[in-house]
């Protein structure tokens, strides 16, 4: 199983960044789908997760600016996020299957 994730950069507060999670070496499409953060000193943490339905989960901190999403088809799941503030600081990870994780991309938001 693979995840690579891509997206993440440098950007002011404010500002917006889109990540995607390609997956390869499973069948995608019956897997829900979780993106999680680590900011530096800090545990990882979820920060949203999409059943293999559909189903949307937000941790309260991310809710209304990130939005999670799916395409079965290329076998991507992506992260929306506005508004973005200096919190949001971390890297981001994403993860299917149980412990099948990627490398992680980096956001870095500027106040």
């Known amino acids: 199983v693979q995840l690579v994730e891509s997206g993440g950069g440098l950007v002011q507060a404010g500002e917006s960044l889109k990540l995607s999670c390609r997956v390869s070496?499973?069948?995608?499409?019956?897997?829900?789908v979780g993106w999680y953060r680590q900011a530096p000193g800090k545990e990882r943490e979820l920060v949203a997760d999409?059943?293999?339905?559909?189903?949307?989960k937000y941790a309260d901190a991310v809710k209304d600016r990130f939005t999670i999403s799916r395409d079965n088809s290329e076998n991507v799941a992506y992260l929306q996020m506005n508004n973005l503030k200096p919190e949001d600081t971390a890297v981001y990870y994403c993860?299917?299957?149980?412990?099948?994780w990627g490398q992680g991309t980096q956001v870095t938001v500027s106040a």
């Open positions: 070496g499973i069948p995608f499409s019956v897997y829900g």
């Open positions: 999409i059943s293999r339905l559909g189903t949307l």
């Open positions: 993860r299917i299957a149980g412990e099948n």
